[in-house]
Every structure is written in C-alpha cells, then in structure tokens.
C-alpha cells in the first residue's frame, strides 16, 4: 500500500494540470521575487537596470567583431550577406539561449543557499526556480526589443513574425523550468553539481547552432546537433525575429513535447525530494 501510495504521490506531483494550478496562489510571491532577482544583480550598481539594456548590446559588438570581422564568418542564405545581418543571427541565436543558461547556471544553489527558507519558516520552495525563469524571461523581453530595433536600422523593416517569439521561446521556458527544478534538488544533496553544470553549459552553448548555422555543420556532426533539443528553439527564433519567416511548426511542436516531459519530470523530482531537504541543510 505504500508504494502504491507513493506512486500516487508522483503521478499527481507529475501532473501539469495539478501542479501548475497549485502555483497560482503564489503568483504574487513569484512576482517579488522575480523583481529581486532582476534588481539584485544591479543593485550596488550606478546605472543599474540600464545595464540589462548595455550587456546584451555589448556582447553582440564582441561576439559581431569576433566572429564577423576577426574569422570573416557570414551566414549563409541570408538577406544582404553583410556584417550587421550576421550580427542579428548571432543575438536572435543568444537571446534564446540566454535564457537557458541563466537558469541552469542559477538553479544548481537556488535551494542549498537559502536555508532560512527550508528550515525556518514555511515556504513554499517551488517558487524559486519559478522567479529564476521570470526574470530571465524580462531580461530576454529586453533583448527581443533591441533586436527588433535592430533589424529595423539594418534591414529597413520590421517583421510581423515577431509576434511568434513567445511562442517560439514557450518550450525554452518549458526546459529551464522543469531542469531548474530537477538542478535546485540535487544541488542540496551533491554542492560540486554547480561546477558540472558550468561545464555543461559551455559545452551546449557551442553544440547549439549560435555561433554558426546548422547547415554548414559537416556530417555526422550535424546529426548530432540535430539531437540537441535547444537546436529547434534557437533556429525558429532566427526565423521569426530575423528572417521574417513563420516557425517550423513541425519542431516547435516537437519541442514543446520535449518541453512538457521535461517540465513534469523536474517538478517531480522536486516534490517528491523536497520533504529530505532540512534534514541535509
């Protein structure tokens, strides 16, 4: 009977249409702390919020000059074949992954370095992560504009396609939430778990068609960046921020699956560890 119990227990923490309700309540919580976590960074900062707006444009002078002056790097089929067109390949790719790497690189000490909220007071810890993705999301919405302005001065035009990027971005928040789940739980019980996880985002930012463009990756490499489940989320953000194309629907919806499983299976993990959590604190 205990098992079959304890099945039920994982089965409901699992189900999204149980879960994700279950979070509403706490949408006022999720707000603040998300707040603190977009303010938090800048904080001891002179210019503060503004530097959400400078980061993004700075790293894409670097990476632009990097890539497009210094390795003479173009990308292939686009409109004008020009510098400041592989630039805004290059943002659209980062601003998608950027929000995948926040979370994972934030989600691995999220729970381990709060402890007054596991042992001395009742505190609904699901809600961490949440507030994780939240302000990833407000710093990707900034980046999403100056990428829209962007395209305006280069190509001349906006694109109505743009309305598709949240989306397009849907299954990237789908993966960050579920693996900050899964990464805050065993960050209580394994501390080295950050520095695997920095490794780990090295390796995908570089397997994920940012840098480059699938297409010219040579074979049975390509195969292998096919795999990654980031590829279709970064390559549907060109699309429709960039490109002026609608999205691959056939893989955005393959990922939104991916993204689901995902999603459940974190929570699951999170719920069902979540009652050892004071006792390794």
């Not at 227990?9 to 603190?36: D, E, G, K, S, Y």
């Not at 961490?128 to 407000?138: H, I, W």
């Not at 789940?181 to 960050?187: K, V």
């Amino acid at each position: 009977m205990k098992v079959v119990a304890a099945v039920r227990r994982l089965v409901r923490h699992a189900n999204p249409f149980v879960f994700i309700p279950a979070l509403w309540p706490q949408r006022n919580l999720v707000a603040q702390l998300t707040w603190r976590e977009v303010t938090g960074r800048y904080r001891s900062s002179v210019l503060g919020l503004f530097w959400s707006f400078a980061t993004p444009l700075v790293t894409l002078a670097l990476y632009t000059f990097v890539f497009g002056i210094v390795f003479r790097a173009r990308w292939p089929g686009s409109a004008t074949g020009n510098l400041a067109e592989f630039g805004l390949m290059l943002f659209a790719g980062m601003t998608a992954f950027a929000v995948f790497n926040e979370c994972l690189t934030r989600s691995a000490t999220l729970v381990s370095a709060s402890p007054n909220y596991v042992k001395k007071v009742v505190f609904p810890l699901e809600v961490l992560p949440v507030s994780v993705v939240g302000a990833a999301l407000f710093h990707a919405c900034i980046s999403v504009l100056v990428l829209t302005f962007a395209r305006q001065i280069v190509l001349g035009s906006m694109s109505w396609t743009v309305m598709f990027v949240p989306i397009v971005l849907l299954p990237m928040v789908l993966l960050s939430l579920g693996l900050s789940w899964l990464l805050a739980s065993l960050g209580v019980f394994f501390r080295d778990l950050v520095h695997t996880v920095t490794l780990v985002s090295q390796a995908l930012m570089l397997t994920t068609p940012i840098f480059y463009a699938a297409e010219v990756v040579p074979e049975p490499f390509r195969t292998v960046v096919g795999y990654n489940p980031l590829t279709p989320i970064v390559e549907n953000m060109r699309r429709v921020s960039v490109m002026g194309l609608l999205p691959d629907w056939e893989g955005l919806a393959l990922s939104i699956v991916i993204g689901l499983l995902v999603l459940c299976a974190g929570h699951a993990w999170f719920a069902a560890t979540k009652p050892a959590f004071a006792d390794v604190i």
